[in-house]
């Protein structure tokens, strides 16, 4: 008999996040939403008459500010509902109401910034001095004006702004079709019995021990997903084509341009991580042999790649241990960090297990004046710990930020947001290899260590490189396929894993699996995020209060200024190639440690 997950109304209530501390009703939702519309009115009655004065400059952007906030927070009440069960057609429609509402927003919001951009700076500097009131915006103003050349006219901003909803196509179709309509057929377990394979405990299958298992679930996984590759090439070869419209319409070189630039970082930081990365490869090849030895095989396949290479350490780690363990591993951020933490942790910010329709992955999301809110699918493995611990270091970011900020400065950039989540990881993981005599068990810890580094700097960046080429492929004018996607994506595996490795057939479809793709050039910033706090954590475990201090100070700035300059504050420069070839040096000795241990 196979095992069913269970349907929402099944899980545990002391499991689950609890929406009610976002809106205690819906009702109070829909009355959110009537004032947004209403805010709406007033802020178009300024349209042509934004520089006019001082005044109307400080009102459309108090008003401006007030509504982003009100709607901010009405999408992350939908959102979460929807994503506890995107099933649930009553929580789809409303999550769909504010994607709309959203596009409606920056459609008739959309004539504000470039009347800004017409107002000379002698003028604006007239103002700032007229109206006190203003200094507050003077750094979102800055800002506006850094995106001149790629801001259109009023006319062709309200255009474009129109196509919002539509955008959104390609990634709403991959989502709903795998994590709705897409079933697997059961594979056997451990124990040789049935059960449901998901998107969910895929790679939790992958760790197994039993290779006749991570074998069968590997190809079965796989083989389900070919049959789909066409309808995949065309969902992710509509994300590229709309992300293309909007770089050229805004007069970027390329998507990839256009897509940093927003996060005012240049192109050059993604091009200096492929290119340092490809010049250390040597460390995941040397990795991957280490890993074949390991396991005592003939050959290393892609499905023995999540399995821990030392055999008989692994161990289940509940939810409750993983809590306690996280708390004393994070002790050194401070009584406030930790306080934080068990609150979360005690009063349902997050959603542990996986159910029916649930949404796949973890994250942790925020809406100002809201805490944080972190969905997880735990499994009780050994991962899902780490897997909390990212996804708090999340929700720390966040509360720092929006305790520390403004509405409008509190939202840190994209290519921050990986920072903190995997400093938490990394001490966690220096606090166990402390605290363990044990030489197994010490290896087991040094095996997750490097497994942090395969995963989150050379595979990410592996995606990165799949998608900068994808993107460039369809700029020159080719189309993408399931044929040429599967192509270049085992191309590209088969070279960072190299020749210890067999690159197995089903590897090829592995990208029509990966969400990121559709979150326009993200998944390289768990790989800058990562070297930078591997440089970070190191400054904690060696200082002491000192770095902890500059951190925080890192985690309470928000976007109030560039992220590469605020990742300064707390000690690292990622406009050189240096903090990355440290991190991979680092791994380095790790893989050495480890096979004098084994």
């Not at 709406?40 to 400059?57: D, F, H, M, R, T």
């Not at 305790?403 to 290519?415: G, L, N, R, T, V």
Request: net charge negative; charged share 25%; glycine share 4%.
């Amino acid at each position: 008999m196979a095992k069913e997950l269970l349907t929402r109304d099944q899980v545990k209530v002391e499991d689950t996040w609890n929406v009610n501390d976002v809106y205690e009703s819906e009702s109070l939702w829909e009355d959110d939403i009537t004032l947004v519309n209403k805010e709406l009115e007033e802020i178009s009655k300024y349209q042509g008459k934004v520089c006019e004065s001082a005044s109307n400059l400080l009102k459309v952007l108090e008003l401006t500010a007030t509504a982003e906030e009100r709607l901010e927070k009405a999408y992350f009440y939908s959102a979460r509902l929807f994503d506890q069960d995107q099933s649930n057609t009553k929580h789809r429609s409303m999550n769909q109401r504010m994607v709309s509402l959203y596009a409606k927003m920056e459609s008739d919001l959309s004539f504000i910034t470039p009347e800004i951009l017409a107002c000379d700076s002698a003028m604006l500097e007239k103002f700032f001095e007229e109206e006190s009131g203003l200094e507050l915006y003077r750094k979102q103003i800055k800002e506006i004006v850094r995106l001149k050349n790629h801001t259109l006219s009023a006319e062709l901003e309200k255009v474009v702004a129109m196509t919002a909803e539509m955008s959104n196509t390609p990634g709403e179709v991959y989502e709903a079709f795998t994590n709705i309509d897409l079933t697997f057929p059961n594979v056997k377990d451990e124990n040789g019995e049935e059960s449901a394979l998901t998107n969910g405990n895929f790679v939790p299958y992958l760790m197994s021990s039993n290779r006749a298992v991570r074998e069968e679930v590997f190809k079965t996984y796989y083989g389900t997903m070919k049959k789909y590759l066409n309808t995949y090439a065309a969902s992710y070869s509509g994300e590229v084509k709309q992300r293309m419209f909007y770089s050229r319409v805004r007069n970027y070189g390329s998507n990839l341009e256009a897509a940093v630039d927003g996060n005012n970082v240049s192109p050059e930081v993604y091009a200096n991580l492929v290119k340092t990365v490809n010049a250390n490869l040597d460390k995941l090849h040397a990795y991957v042999s280490l890993r074949k030895k390991c396991l005592g095989v003939d050959e290393l396949h892609m499905y023995d790649i999540y399995t821990p290479m030392i055999a008989d350490v692994a161990k289940k780690v509940t939810y409750k241990e993983a809590q306690e363990t996280i708390c004393k591993a994070l002790a050194l951020l401070g009584d406030d960090y930790v306080a934080l933490l068990k609150e979360g942790f005690a009063n349902r910010w997050i959603d542990v297990y996986e159910n029916k329709g649930k949404r796949g992955g973890a994250y942790s999301d925020t809406a100002y004046g809201v805490h944080p809110y972190m969905l997880l699918n735990y499994h009780d493995t050994f991962d899902d710990m780490f897997t909390t611990a990212h996804e708090m270091g999340h929700s720390m970011h966040s509360h720092y930020s929006n305790e520390a900020q403004p509405f409008i400065y509190s939202h840190y950039k994209i290519f921050v947001a990986e920072v903190a989540s995997t400093c938490n990881e990394i001490l966690l993981l220096e606090y166990l290899l402390k605290n363990t005599d044990d030489k197994k068990e010490r290896a087991y810890l040094l095996n997750h260590y490097l497994d942090s580094f395969k995963g989150t700097v050379f595979r990410q960046t592996q995606f990165a490189e799949f998608e900068k080429i994808t993107n460039e492929m369809v700029e020159n004018g080719d189309s993408l396929n399931a044929e040429n996607l599967s192509s270049l994506y085992k191309d590209i595996n088969e070279r960072y894993y190299g020749p210890d490795m067999v690159s197995d057939e089903e590897i090829a479809y592995e990208w029509a699996r990966i969400p990121h793709f559709y979150y326009n050039f993200y998944v390289y910033q768990y790989a800058t995020s990562f070297c930078a706090a591997v440089a970070i954590a190191g400054m904690i475990l060696t200082e002491g209060e000192p770095a902890v201090a500059r951190y925080k100070k890192f985690l309470s700035s928000g976007c109030t200024d560039a992220p590469v300059e605020l990742l300064k504050i707390a000690g690292v420069d990622l406009t050189t190639p240096a903090p990355i070839e440290a991190a991979l040096k680092k791994m380095g000795t790790i893989v050495d440690e480890l096979a004098s241990l084994v």
